[in-house]
């Protein structure tokens, strides 16, 4: 079984549209949960860490669930710039262990 | 001065050539990584260095040899590689709690896009 499985997706959605994307992962013990946000041909960059009381960035929302083992990303509002690959990641130790990433294209 | 710098950006080599990859990091980070990313599959974790102490081989062949002189550098050295390396190979850094304990987020370089004919 993966550490990290996601949708791989595409998500295609209208501009203003909200979008969810869902993450599990099979380590009980993971300490540390992130969403990063990689474009075409980039490195992979940080969009916001992930806390058990869940927590918002803007447009952005997300939360844990740690007795289901998953963590979600919620985008409100979409805009064209959102279009990338979300990477669901979790951090033991010094250890990162990334999800294939959901793809969302925006539409005008 | 970016974070994490990685050189160089773009690499095409041959199958029998050695070359080297080099990073750096500017955010006094205790922690580095090599990650490979190839089309379609999640990045593949090679290599983790603590405290200039390699702590993890993800089971990568000997072709790949990392290398960190102090927390600052890490190199990956390339010998005799094949067509499917061919990908890109991010660098990486954190600030690790003594003991282990992951504290903070990666920050990741451009990376280095290799090409093996």
């Known amino acids: 079984r993966k550490e990290v499985e996601q949708d791989p997706g595409p998500f295609n959605v209208p501009e203003g549209a909200t979008v969810a994307f869902n993450c599990t992962y099979s380590?009980?013990?993971?300490?540390?949960f992130f969403w990063y946000r990689q474009d075409c041909r980039k490195e992979p960059k940080l969009l916001m860490s992930?806390?058990?009381s869940g927590n918002e960035d803007g447009r952005f929302t997300a939360q844990l669930n740690r007795a289901s083992q998953y963590i979600s990303l919620l985008i409100r509002d979409s805009k064209l710039s959102d279009s990338a690959t979300y990477l669901c990641?979790?951090?033991?130790?010094?250890?990162?262990?990334f999800g294939s990433g959901t793809k969302l294209n925006v539409k005008p | 001065e970016t974070g994490v710098t990685q050189t160089p950006r773009h690499l095409v080599m041959g199958m029998t050539n050695k070359k080297s990859l080099k990073c750096e990091q500017h955010?006094?980070?205790?922690?580095m990584y090599w990650y490979k990313q190839s089309a379609k599959k999640p990045l593949e974790l090679m290599f983790v260095?603590?405290?200039?102490?390699?702590?993890e081989n993800n089971s990568v062949p000997s072709r790949f040899s990392p290398e960190c002189p102090n927390s600052s550098h890490l190199f990956l050295h390339l010998h005799t590689l094949q067509p499917e390396d061919s990908a890109l190979y991010l660098c990486?850094?954190?600030?690790?709690?003594?003991?282990?304990?992951?504290?903070?987020?990666?920050?990741f370089g451009e990376g280095s896009r290799l090409t093996v004919l």
């Open positions: 380590n009980s013990a993971s300490q540390s």
């Open positions: 990641v979790l951090g033991n130790f010094n250890k990162f262990y």
């Open positions: 992930v806390y058990s």
């Open positions: 260095y603590n405290f200039k102490e390699q702590t």
């Open positions: 955010l006094g980070h205790n922690a």
């Open positions: 990486a850094s954190s600030q690790v709690q003594r003991g282990g304990r992951d504290t903070g987020e990666l920050f």
